[in-house]
């Protein structure tokens, strides 16, 4: 038997994405978005509020980056999530976060979040906060490559946030083969 719980936005697992982009005065705006996803081969979606100082920050410059919230960056990963750039002016600094601009966009890459997903921005839709965003070029700290060259999910330690219960969670665990282990049942 099923339990109905009606209109939800519930899916797991769903992502911690650190948005992040420069403001007119080259100043890091950054928050923590879970609603988001890859769609087609270049493009990345996200529900965003134009209320939020990154988004105006990144729709002035038309850039930014989304890096992968990690185990190891969990409270700033969350800090970034619950203080507003528009309340504390030092968001950024208070999380001991470092940057460097991306070489392929106009827009900050985190130091300590070894994953990074370079964007410009495609379209964004103020009345439903629906971004898209083209990737320019994944970028990965090489603390977090396996021996091929390829990002190890457990060197990056991808969180996850549970909607449900208002948790994070830990990912990385391999459980199967991917275009694979399906092909028994054929």
């Not at 988004?55 to 999530?81: E, H, M, N, R």
């Not at 950024?92 to 985190?110: C, D, L, M, R």
Request: hydrophobic letters at 35%; glycine letters at 8%; aromatic letters at 8%.
């Amino acid at each position: 038997m099923r339990k109905n719980f009606g209109s939800k936005p519930w899916t797991y697992p769903q992502p911690v994405f650190i948005v992040a982009a420069y403001d007119s005065d080259g100043k890091v705006q950054l928050m923590n978005a879970a609603w988001g996803g890859i769609d087609n081969n270049d493009r990345i979606n996200l529900c965003l509020s134009k209320e939020h100082m990154t988004v105006k920050s990144l729709l002035q410059s038309q850039a930014f980056t989304v890096s992968i919230g990690t185990k190891p960056q969990l409270v700033a990963c969350d800090y970034v999530g619950v203080v507003s750039g528009s309340k504390e002016p030092e968001k950024f600094k208070k999380t001991g976060w470092h940057q460097e601009k991306s070489i392929y966009v106009n827009a900050p890459v985190i130091a300590e979040l070894p994953m990074t997903l370079e964007c410009t921005l495609v379209s964004y839709d103020e009345y439903t906060g629906h971004l898209v965003g083209e990737i320019q070029n994944v970028s990965a700290d090489e603390c977090i490559l396996n021996e091929k060259g390829k990002i190890d999910p457990a060197k990056l330690q991808p969180i996850s946030f549970d909607p449900v219960h208002n948790d994070y969670l830990a990912v990385g665990e391999k459980v199967g083969n991917a275009f694979r282990d399906g092909l028994t049942i054929k």
